[in-house]
Each structure stands twice: as structure tokens, then as C-alpha cells.
């Protein structure tokens, strides 16, 4: 291999770990256009599942006769509805670090699902992430660390999705990329159109708005860059060891954490920063740990794709 394939892989994964890193805004921003998150992710998922589906037409066939597919649809669902509905409602600093929890659900559903018994290193990557979402969580107004708001508690929820959704594409690994692909899409489109009418009777969640060009334009171009971000993982994560694709793809959180505090959408207090710290030693832990036990390394929304 070449030198310059692997320098365009890193450059493929770094654009993926961009494109989502940034995900954040326009989602906000079609939230102050009338559509929320739920009905955005919904919409958008839509769009990129109808262009598979243009490609190659029998997929969803695949997907719905598989009934091993089926786990990986509710995860990748959940984890849509819990990290978009969060990064619009919430401080985005603090729902990416929440998020990202990795290291602790994955050991834990390892064992159960994978048959992986936790070793020394997974072990020290959960103490090592409990202590920093403690860091995140206790504020001086709360007396434990726990969830303050709806957004703290969606980024918890999405997050242990998130690992779920990891742990059971390493069980699907030898099922082809574009039916877990149409799975996952097909996830966050159902699960977040099913969130989005429960909240509408719960009075959490606004109806859809009225057709417009501003949002619908903008829905569009968010499905295009999840689209471009989706191609970009899948050349990359193609190339190089899962080690190194997991390593560069935690670049999303930097990317997250410093574009939401330049714009006004998070707030990195120095005890976030040291509990931040500490989940991402821990994540990059699990992440070098993963060469003898490669892991699929996938993006957070607007859609989870391998």
C-alpha cells in the first residue's frame, strides 16, 4: 500500500468525524425553522435510505426478512432519537462527552452479548470514565452526579445505544455493509418518526411545520453531507487498521466540543474540561486496546453507518 492511500484515508475519516462533529448546527437550526430534531432526523434518514434504495432496490427486502438485522435497526434508532434530540436541547459539550461513554457500556454488554469477559485494560477504561462523567455531571448545584436535565439524560441514553449498536455490528460483521447500512437508516427513520408522535401526545415535541424552501433546502443539504460523510467512513475505515480508525473518529468530539464553545452552544468550565479528559483517556484506551479484538468504529448521527 501505498503512502498516499493511507494519508487519504486518514483524510476520508477526519472529513466523517468533521461532517458529524458539526452535525449539531444544523440541526439546531432547523430547529428555529419550526422542524425538530426528531422529525429532522426522520426526514433526512428518509432521504439517504431512498438513494440506497435507488441503487440498489431489493435491499430493504434484505433487511426486513433478516430478522438478525432487527436488534441493530432499535439501537441504531435509539441512539439517533437520544444524540439529536440532545445536541438541540442541551449543552453540547457536556452531551458529546456523555455520549461518548463508550468504554464503560461496551465492557458491559460485551460480556453478556459477545461472550467477552472484561480484562485489566477494560476494567481501568470503565474507572477511568466513571470518573470523568462524575466530573461532568456534579455540578455545585446538584449534591450527586446525576442527569440535571432531559438533554443529560437522552446523551446517557444515546450513548449506552450507541455502544449497543457497536457491540452488535461486531456479532453482524460478516453480513454485507450496505444492508447493515439500509438497517441503521431504517432505524433512525422509524424509531425517530415513533419518538416524535409520542412526544407530540406528551406536548414535547411540535408537529411537523408547514412545506417550506428555508427548512426543506436545509434538510436536503444535511442528508448530502451525511450522505458524503457515510462514503467517507466506508473508504477509510476500509484502509486502515480499527485501531487507527477508532482513534481518529474520537477527532469528532474536538471537533464538537469546539465548534458548539465558539459558537455559543456549550461551555467548557474547567471541571468539564478535566472530566472530558478523563472519558477521552479512557476512550482512546479502548480504542488502541481494539487491534487484538478489532471493533467497527461508527460516527454519531444524524445516522449511524459502518
Known sequence: MSRAVPALAVAALLSNAFCYGLSWWPFRQLQTLGLHPLWATALVDALVLGGIVCMQPQVLARVLGNRALWPLLIAAGCTNVGFNWAVTIGDVVRVVLLFYLMPIWAALLAWPLLGERPTLRSLACMVLALAGVVMVLKTPDTPWPWPRDLADALALGGGFSFALTNVLLRRLRDSDALSITATMLLGGTLLCALAAGAGMQQGLVAALPDPGLDWLLLAFGLAL????????????????????TSVVML?????????AVALGAGVLTPRVALGGALIGAAALLSALSSGANPQPSIPPPATETP
Do not use: W
Open 251 to 259: 477527532c469528532e468530539v474536538v471537533f464538537a466540543s469546539a465548534s
Open 225 to 244: 453531507m451525511i450522505g458524503a460523510g457515510n462514503l467517507s467512513l466506508q473508504y477509510g475505515a476500509a484502509r486502515l487498521p480499527a485501531r487507527v
